[in-house]
């Protein structure tokens, strides 16, 4: 566990930013193999800047505006100062999409059809960034109470607050449920499925371990019901995913009733 990489000179290497450059990377490539045979393939690249604007302003946003709005609305100057830290993956996630949106409407493609392509890929990046996470100390677990778990290293987020107190290392079980639903993507991918259906599933099975891990969560300030900004968001996705799941098969099914007959 290292916050940072190496340092040379004035020069600092951090951990965390070459983790997730890495996960973005592998991310890419695998969306690029998935997308082979279909007419998203050339778009994959072409789409990248639009994902990296989106995930940039949707991470700060909700870091800024859901997740620690008590201290930013007493520090307004520092809401842009992102060189600072302080993103939120689940941000980064919804200005993504908002992007794809954006980019689908502007070259006429379906926006669920990409979306089933880039499921996969994109819970794999999540899986390896949270590494990145780990390495960097932070989105960390909050003091197990039973006397084991991860103790981080001086000069992380998690021992600042802390000190050296056994935590429950919730971003690696994150990184490992997001491993899981990678593999459940990808046995789904190879069956019938109605377009959209792929990434639905992906939000649902994402947002729903997200939200039973940030019980553990000791970094995340609580509002109602006790729950965290990342638990409210969770339940908002998973709503609003299994909506669009029925509206889908309703459509498609519609669709199928008037079909003229072979």
Known sequence: MSVELFSIGGFTLYTHGVITALAAMLAL???HYLAAGTPYREHITNMVPYLFVGAIAGARIWHVFFFQWGYYSKHLSEIIAIWNGGISVQGSLIGSFIAMIVYTRKHRLSFWGLADVLAPAI???QSIGRIGCFMNGDA???????????????????YDKYGAVPLWPAELF???????????????????????????????LYSI???????????S????????????????VIVISMCMMAV?????????????AA
Not at 221 to 236: E, H, I, K, L, N
């Open 29 to 31: 490539g695998v969306a």
């Open 123 to 125: 819970v794999l990046g």
């Open 140 to 158: 960390y677990g909050s003091p197990t109470g039973l006397g084991f778990g991860m103790i981080y290293r001086e000069g992380t987020l998690a």
């Open 174 to 204: 994150e990184s490992q449920w997001d491993l899981i639903i990678f593999a459940v993507l990808l046995i789904l991918k190879g069956r019938k499925r109605m377009t959209g259906m792929l990434f639905l599933t992906y939000n649902i």
């Open 209 to 219: 371990g997200r939200f039973n891990l940030e019980f553990l969560r000791g970094d």
């Open 221 to 236: 300030p609580r509002y109602s019901f006790d729950w965290t900004a990342g638990q409210w968001t969770s339940f908002v």
């Open 248 to 260: 889908l098969y309703a459509y498609n099914r519609r669709g199928m009733q008037q079909a003229p």
